[in-house]
């Protein structure tokens, strides 16, 4: 079914609102649009570079991804699998506390809504300049990961290099390619040798993925859903399904993240970290792991909660999804912290790792422009580009804006929902219980993924049970869906 109209202008009214309700700018100002204008190009900043745009370099995004961060390939050095990932060099194209920078440090992330992407940076720099498009000569920061047997990250280097994008590929279509259910995508075919270095950088980040699981990385999965639109007509919604090469991804930049970290706690600086701390509502989870059949230890155990989960995954993959979403509220939010030298890190929790930071998509997130700017300060022997009290404000206002940009996606997200259902009232839908308590019980259906309120018939309902629902209405401004039983 289309919602016919102008679907995209009227969601990206409430895009705009929403972001200037929760304190974000969608729009740059006259002066940083004037600095976008104005830019040429990345300035080197030195002649410190290594050449390494004759390397089999990728891009792994979304289908319709342009502001492309990261580049990755597979190297052979001294018997070692080593993966380097290339990150975009931002920081040569936007100085800090230009105009650029300010509106950067205002919102603090891309807001990435149904209708609208508003971008940090804006697209000359974030889809041109500063994105690490094929066929293009650029600047980057590269983070040498060595691989140990096992899968266990060995040892990592950072370095200033120029690279060069072989080809833009898409998650999807690699995929399939892995899977073997596809073709390898026409970009990668029409290089040389990139088929093969591929291959070995899918078994390095199954490599990956295993020894992070044997730790206790959390294998949550939960259902988010994207807009699909036939002109300004929108047509659908559909989950954004998991993917091996998504996981390839996730996985390469874990690793290169957790280099970063060590990399700047070495250079013995302040820096920004990315927590998710030891949960303080683990008892709830004890409890909802005994519900479905499974026993936890008294005290906080990410290794016992990863395997419960994997059973879990296993046994009902159909609601896997539901208790995921359930667990990562009772796990609590991430959050960016400052790591003194010589103290402690807090680690992150669902990842089971101890050092852990933000640094490979700096075209979309300030946290990472920020790593990125003391990891060149560090790399040229100068003055941290942040002190330590600055880090302590920085990290504060970047938690609280990710919260709220979250916040205004979430929301637009749920005025697709309702504008895409808004003709459909009185219809019938198999549902399931996503959640039941005094503040209300929820249920999604699956065909638009879709979750409502049931404000009707709700009586003895329990997460978990599957019922047959009506459309009652739709708020579209609000984002509400109503369904009752009979």
Known sequence: MHVRGNARQRLREIARRAMVERGLEPEFSAAARAEAEATRGQAAGGNALRDLRDLLWCSIDNDDSRDLDQLTVMVDGSGARRVLVAVADVDAAVAKDSALDAHARVNTTSVYTAAQVFPMLPERLSTDLTSLNPDAD??????DVTLAADGAVAGGDVYRARVRNRAKLAYNAVAAWLDGRGPLPPAAAAVRGLDANLKAQDAIAQALKAERHRRGSLGLRTMETRAVFDGDALAD??????????????????????????????????????????????????????????????????????????????????????????????????????????????GHFALAVRDYTHSTAPNRRFPDLITQRLVKSALANRAPAYGPDELDGLARHCTEQEDDAAKVERQVRKSAAALLL???????????????AEKGTWVRITRPPVEGRLVRGFEGLDVGDHVEVTLKSTDVERGFIDFERR
């Open 138 to 143: 650029r600047l980057a920061l590269v983070v």
């Open 237 to 346: 919604l559909q989950p954004d399904e998991e993917n091996r090469a998504r996981q390839l991804i996730e996985d390469f930049m874990i690793a290169a993240n957790g280099v970063i970290a060590r990399f700047l706690a070495a250079a013995r600086v302040a820096s920004l970290r990315r927590v998710l701390r030891t949960p303080e509502r683990w008892d709830r989870i004890v409890a909802l792991a005994a519900e479905h059949g499974g026993r936890l230890p008294a005290a906080p155990d990410a290794s016992a909660l990863a395997a419960f989960l994997s059973a879990r995954h296993d046994a009902d993959p159909e609601r896997f999804p539901d208790l995921s979403l359930a667990i990562v509220k009772l796990l609590g939010k991430g959050e960016y912290a400052v790591q003194r030298p010589d103290t402690e890190p807090a």
């Open 422 to 436: 808004e003709r459909r009232i009185g219809e019938r839908f198999d549902a399931l219980v996503t959640g039941a």
